[in-house]
């Protein structure tokens, strides 16, 4: 039987407000346990939740981004479960009528070596606290609480089920991943929790309308963990309907350890939660003078930028993606081409995708933290470009000037004349090392003016060979050609 996989994810975004959601105490990551946990985060006797304004602009600006409608009205619910991190026994967050109501993202992914787009639709975001963090791995037998986390404001953004593989569901998270960091309502560090990922995921038969039962793999903090759980879990589903099974609905865990989805406690519908409003908020009101303020404040967005470096670079669709991956990269390559010309903007896209990239990558650096800076590298694009030196004497300076960890910003040429690249395009000079070629190597002569047009590339190779790699190659080829056809 041929399968269909359906996902949708719940994405839970950190805030990068300076205070929790509904108390005065700080979201300072990695503070000794229960030092930033006020009254209200602990929930004691008495004390009321005061929203942060804070928190409200950033879910309006995500909504302005995703062409999402801002409730003008919405409401805060009680969500009721007990956790022993959960120092109230509810948690407070959105039920009906969320503060982000529909919207979408769009997205490139390869599918089988081509580049495919994808816009999938957005259910819902809304606001929300965190609960506190359970402590297993230091304590022998017992887990500790640390409630810092308590009342950390968190975005909730919510995806319509419509993904069909881990290629696309992966695509559509690190899309809002670099969106949430783009607009700088998250900084998107995974590691320290900033960005999470809950997957459901289920399977049904090719061709059928109705969804099969879905599973939930909570806190996914990594894209990587993300697509490994969901292909394991994709294969779990086939193979127990196949014997015979049936799913049950769960929330599972991942164990990276182990490379399995392990359940963690059979899934909550919400009417499990008893949601009701909470007493102690009123309900949050958003004019739209408030929404045009923000409105007003927003960034160029990926897909305005996207638009504009294939409209005014004349850049390829799939370069302009790769370049708007990030807000980081994006800045960078504006800044080289504003230096080294739009004449050179293809070129510096190349080097950011290939030489810059592999660089960081392999360095383990990102790309705010590069030692070699835009202008720096938009200097070296223009001496290939004038021929001063060649494309390959170009990666062997990027190299030094990586190593060099300089901010002069004519760093390139010093390393240019320090290493004695600089290409010969000397006319005079060329010509006399073309003619000795030419005479050294009769047999390709022969075969060139025979018709064999390749014949003409074991000369170059000559050349090169004969000025030590400082020939200009377009220069050699062309003094050949002309030359050759005496």
Known sequence: MQWEVVIGLENHVQLTTQSKI?????????????????????????VLPVLNRGAVERAIRFGLAVGAKIA????????????????????????????VQGGTISFAYEKDGKLETKTVNLTRAHLEEDAG?????DYAGMSGIDLN??????????????????????????????????????????????????????????GQKEFGTRCEIKNLNSFRFMEEAIHYEVRRQIELIEDGGKVIQATRLWDPDKKETRSMRTKEDAQDYRYFPDPDLPPLVIGQDWIDRIQGEMPELPGALRARFTGDYGLPEYDSLVLTSSKAMATYYEAVVATAGKENAKAAANWMMGDVSSTLNREGVELDASPVSAAQLALLLKRIADGTISNKAGKEVFAAMWEAKSDDVNLADAVIEQKGLKQISDTGALAAIVDEVLAANAKSVEQYRAGKEAAINALIGQAMKASKGKANPAQVTELLKQKLAV
Not at 133 to 137: D, N, R, V
Not at 169 to 190: E, F, I, Q
């Open 22 to 46: 509904f108390s005065g105490s700080s979201i300072r990551f990695g503070a000794e346990p229960n030092t930033q946990a006020s009254p209200v985060d602990l929930a004691l006797p008495g």
């Open 72 to 99: 003008p009205q919405s409401v805060f619910a009680r969500k009721n479960y007990f956790y022993p991190d959960l120092p109230k026994g509810y948690q407070i967050s959105q039920f009906e009528d969320p503060v």
């Open 133 to 137: 963090k359970s402590l297993h791995e």
């Open 149 to 206: 986390r308590a009342g950390t404001p968190l975005l909730e953004i919510v995806s319509e089920p419509e993904m069909r593989s881990a290629n696309e569901a992966v695509a559509y998270a690190k899309a809002l991943h670099s969106l949430v960091v783009w607009l700088g309502v998250c900084d998107g560090n995974m590691q320290e929790g900033s960005f999470r990922c809950d997957v459901n995921v289920s399977v049904r038969p090719m």
